[in-house]
């Protein structure tokens, strides 16, 4: 393990990310989300098959023991990523991202109901402040009174229910890792999202200009480079140390929202996203506590020479 290079690689992994979101933005009035979709995950494909190779796990990368499995957490992982990417027309970008922090809060609330996971007080009492955070953030889109205000609320909306498919799409890779590579959940997730994408293509997608086609093509290219820094990071170091590092991404979208795209974030936005990160770093810090006594735990009933 080495938790340095895995910390760089996750810091790596959020600003592809981000960048990525702020290069479909860009095209958010005149590509559909199912159109981003696919090119997002086609284009990562050459990038994914490249490092398998380089890795010698090109048998295992696409090996399936589960396929239903891989369906299942495709179909989730793209309606994740299609409302998140159509959210992304209506709302600035930090308030896209922050809207989705909601995402880990509700993996341990779908943990419990679907894995049956044990989720304690401290932990449901942290997933209750983050999301009452996400709800300060959603506030001010939920009073609907003009045309634009219709707009961003649907925007939110679109945000908010991307993190629940989002969340779903954790909890459905919780259960393939019992029994398939990580490797294979990536690759499989970008086969499934490519097919699943085309089911959109007769709800309105564009002959992409040049320059729209080159932009398409780059954010795939960038997505796979971002989820092989992602796999990697968790490969150098414990979950625990590197999962925090997810909140970085506020200030890069505040700063490419602002730069970039004229967005100023508000007073409200602020404090609900700070609220959200802070649910979010105390529910990591009791995982990490808890897995700490777990270990002690094992290492004790071991028996000694």
């Known amino acids: 393990m080495r938790p340095i290079r895995g910390i760089l690689y996750k810091i790596a992994s959020v600003v592809l990310f981000i960048t990525m979101a702020s290069l479909l933005k860009l095209l958010s009035d005149s590509v559909p989300p199912g159109q981003m979709v696919f090119f997002r995950s086609l284009f990562a494909l050459p990038v994914i098959l490249a490092w398998l190779a380089w890795r010698k796990e090109l048998n295992t990368g696409l090996k399936a023991s589960k396929p239903l499995g891989h369906f299942w957490r495709g179909l989730v992982g793209t309606s994740a990523m299609g409302l998140g990417f159509a959210s992304l027309g209506f709302l600035p970008l930090p308030e896209v991202t922050a809207i989705g922090y909601a995402a880990p809060l509700l993996v341990v609330v779908f943990a419990s109901m679907f894995l049956g996971e044990e989720v304690r007080l401290f932990r449901l009492s942290a997933v209750f402040v983050g999301l009452a955070g ?24 679109l945000a908010l229910s991307g993190a629940v498919f989002a969340a779903l799409a954790q909890v459905t890779v919780r259960k393939l890792v019992a029994t398939e590579a990580t490797s294979a959940i990536v690759f499989w997730f970008s086969i499934t999202a490519a097919g699943l994408s085309l089911i959109t293509l007769p709800f309105g997608w564009v002959l992409p200009s040049p320059g729209q086609a080159a932009i398409l093509v780059l954010t795939g290219l960038i997505g796979g ?38 967005e100023v974030p508000t007073g409200t936005m602020l404090i609900g996203a700070s609220i959200v990160v802070a649910a979010g770093i105390l529910i990591i810090w009791r995982e990490r506590q808890l897995g700490l006594k777990r270990a002690q735990q094992r290492k004790a009933m071991t028996p000694q020479g």
Do not use: C, K
Request: hydrophobic share 55%.
């Open 225 to 262: 480079v971002g989820q092989i820094f992602l796999t990697s990071s968790y490969r150098e170091a414990d979950a625990s140390l590197v999962a925090p590092f997810d909140y970085v991404s506020i200030i890069f979208a505040l700063v490419i929202g602002y730069w970039g795209f004229g």
């Open 134 to 157: 996400v709800l300060i953030v959603l506030s001010p889109r939920l009073s609907v009174g003009n045309d634009v205000s219709h707009a961003q609320a649907l925007g939110a909306m």
